[in-house]
């Protein structure tokens, strides 16, 4: 392992762990962390934030942790399909979006982060899987539904249809929500193009993170969803406890595929 592998597993640890602070701070909804959200926004879509933060930093962590750089790449796909949605977003807006963002600022944001996850893609291919034991044909299954899903509600969000969501959303939140979930469902769609255990394992850290986030503000939303919203919060609880069960057996349970099967996890040299 060289000098530059080090360097970048030591800054994916690093940022990941600021990701999960700001996590904490959004959980919370400690003023420094709801400053850095562009608009006012409700309890529950604050949590939803955190739990997207929260599934982006655990397998940023699990990378550097177990040297798996090569599943860099399912990441920077996510993000560049998610700013380059926002980018296209803000630029049809026009003058609509200056009065809710800094429009110059948010653009050149955007367009940097875009970039970024570009170069980071192209970059990423250079390194290998180091696990490339097969993933169970029930794990592969469920990531295909699980890109159906999130393509499907995506494009409902972007477009601002109403009950979508557990909870009403703010028009603006809406969109941004919609291409979170098109960046995440080319995540777990490479994943499908790779699949290799290498590639899988970091993509159901980062889906057990979101799910224990959500679940228990989602059971508790039971009690006082409005009516409009019951269907769209059964499902998306059904889908949250069922992608928990399914993260936990293969991660932790099952004999070849847990935490520990494979010699070469936690690679610290």
Known sequence: ???????????????GIALL????????????????????????????????LAAIATP?????????????RGGALDFATTYLGLTGTLLLAGVAASELVPMPQTLVA???????????????????????????????????IFTLLLIGVGVTLIMRMPAIFPWPLQPQSSVVFGWVFLGA???????????????????????LAYDLV???PFIEHLNTVKAEHQLSL??????????????????????TTRFGS???????V
């Open 110 to 144: 955007v367009v940097a982060a875009t970039l970024f996850n570009l170069v980071l893609f192209w970059i990423s291919e250079h390194f290998e899987f180091k696990d490339r034991r097969p993933v169970p044909a029930l794990v592969r299954l469920s990531f295909i």
């Open 1 to 15: 392992m060289n000098i530059t592998q080090l360097i970048i597993r030591f800054f994916l640890v690093i940022t």
């Open 234 to 255: 059964y499902v998306y609880t059904g889908v949250i406890i069922y992608s928990a069960v399914l993260s936990l057996y293969f991660l932790f349970i099952h004999p």
């Open 185 to 207: 469902a080319m995540y777990f769609l490479y994943g499908s193009i790779k699949p290799v255990w290498g590639n899988f394992r970091g993509q159901l850290v980062g889906f």
């Open 60 to 72: 940023v962590i699990w990378m550097g942790l177990s040297g798996e750089l090569a599943a860099m």
């Open 21 to 52: 602070a700001v996590c904490a701070g959004f959980y919370l909804q400690h003023e420094a962390a709801l400053a850095l959200w562009p608009w006012p926004d409700g309890r529950l879509s604050y949590i939803f934030i955190a739990s997207i």
């Open 262 to 268: 494979y010699y070469d996890e936690l690679d610290f």
């Open 214 to 216: 959500l679940i228990l």
